[in-house]
């Protein structure tokens, strides 16, 4: 089993234990979790069930905004590849947008308007870039092409962005779009 097949697999047991339980369970054992595991990312907002955590049932226009465009998003949180910046787009609409941009879902039309946005190199296929964010376990399908962002795709963004490696590639070595290095455990 490759390290991502192994990630995938602990995402979804870990899924499949706190689905029934309650928001304020979930955010208890997360916060045990992340303790015991030396994990510096807080899951407080989870646990007090604020309207800005990825699993608050509020809608989106409910949300708290911060004055922030999608660039200066981008460039706080440096993105790497084409994936971790369609993460980026989809929390920028859920989390960060003012209530006129704001949405909970995206499509390919959202990510050609704010890559460009961010000045983030676009794609050749858009849609690709979507299914490859799903497959990477940061987005779930809603259908009809639109795709919103998880809670591992929250928590990549809010917690593990920018990656402690960013800017340190030796130059002249690129990684092919969509990839992204695993850190050795």
Known sequence: MSEADAEVAAIQTIVAALTPLDAEARGRVLSYVFGRLGLRASVSGVASGSPSSP?????????????????????????????EMAALVAYYLSEVAGPTEAKSSVDADDLKKYFKQAQFPLPQKLHMTLVHTKN????????????????????????????SKAGEKPSGVRRAKGSRKRPKR
Request: glycine share 10%; hydrophobic share 25%.
């Open 55 to 83: 699993s608050s049932e509020g809608p989106v226009s409910d949300r708290p905004r911060t004055s922030m465009d999608i660039r200066s998003l981008k460039e706080e949180k440096q993105p790497e590849t084409a994936i």
């Open 136 to 163: 990477a376990g940061y987005f779930d399908s809603v259908g009809g092409g639109q795709y919103k962002l998880n809670p591992v795709g929250y928590n990549l963004i809010a917690y593990n962005l920018p990656s």
